[in-house]
């Protein structure tokens, strides 16, 4: 059977408010685990190390069948960290600026999100159920998370807000979706919208708890945030695969 159209059951979580928990504490997670090894490490093999990584979780969670909590979130992590690689790389290594990589990236989310419409003719996670659509949908979230991190450090380093005000911003902006979902703007967008924010608000917090005070962070170091995060993250996805609250109808 054609591995574009082969009918499965649904890939992605239901949206409950600890979907964006989650979803929040792996953008944190992701950008300190990619600054702790991108910083300490050969940033070229560390890449490589991470594209590979994030190829074999991808495997796992194109090769079953449901959304299962720990392949999923598993997948979505890696996402974070490769992604927050990737955008840190073309700026740390090739010295390309924030506002740059923004505009790259966002055309290329553009790009992911025209194609999978012509494509598909909706934008709908409710309707990830076949090869093709969990294709364009992994596609947009690498996508966000690139975007994410190059606007995030777009705001904080190059205009100057700091981490911690970066972070307030955001955390200001992506009101903005839940008050439109609220009034009844459109879902898809509203939700996309929020998922793209989510990126920027997550590792602007982390690094405000990471970095040195000297350059206005907590100084607790990337190490230990990416490790108490990863331990946060855990716990939830562990309630959430027990609980199946985010699973519609308790799919089996």
């Known amino acids: 059977m054609n591995i574009a159209t082969s009918k499965t059951l649904r890939k992605v979580p239901e949206i409950i408010l600890l979907f964006w928990v ?55 992590s890696m996402v974070a960290v490769f992604g927050t690689m990737a955008a840190d790389a073309l700026h740390i290594q090739l010295h390309v600026p924030y506002i740059v990589s923004t505009i790259f990236f ?60 970066a972070g307030l911003l955001f955390g200001g902006l992506i009101i903005i979706p839940a008050i439109a979902y609220w009034f009844g703007l459109n879902e898809i967008f509203c939700f996309w919208f929020a998922y793209i924010l989510t990126r920027p608000l997550g590792a602007s917090f982390a690094d405000w708890m990471s970095k040195r005070q000297s350059i206005g962070g907590l100084g607790w170091g990337d190490g230990h945030v990416a490790v108490g995060l990863t331990i946060i993250i855990i716990v939830f996805v562990g309630y959430l695969a027990h609980s199946h609250s985010d699973v519609k109808d308790r799919q089996s």
Request: proline letters at 1%.
């Open 22 to 76: 989650v979803k929040l504490l792996t953008t944190a997670m992701g950008e300190a685990t990619s600054d702790f090894f991108v910083y300490r490490y050969n940033p070229y093999l560390v890449v490589i190390l991470g594209g590979i990584a994030l190829l074999l979780v991808l495997m796992i969670q194109f090769s079953v069948s449901r959304y299962i909590a720990w392949v999923y979130w598993s997948a979505v």
């Open 106 to 165: 966002a055309i290329v989310l553009a790009a992911v999100f025209i194609v999978w419409y012509r494509s598909e003719r909706t934008l709908s996670i409710h309707s990830i159920n076949t090869r093709r659509r969990e294709m364009f949908y992994w596609a947009a979230v690498l996508a966000t998370f690139a975007l994410g991190t190059a606007s995030g450090d777009l705001t904080a380093i190059t205009v100057g807000l700091g981490y911690f005000s």
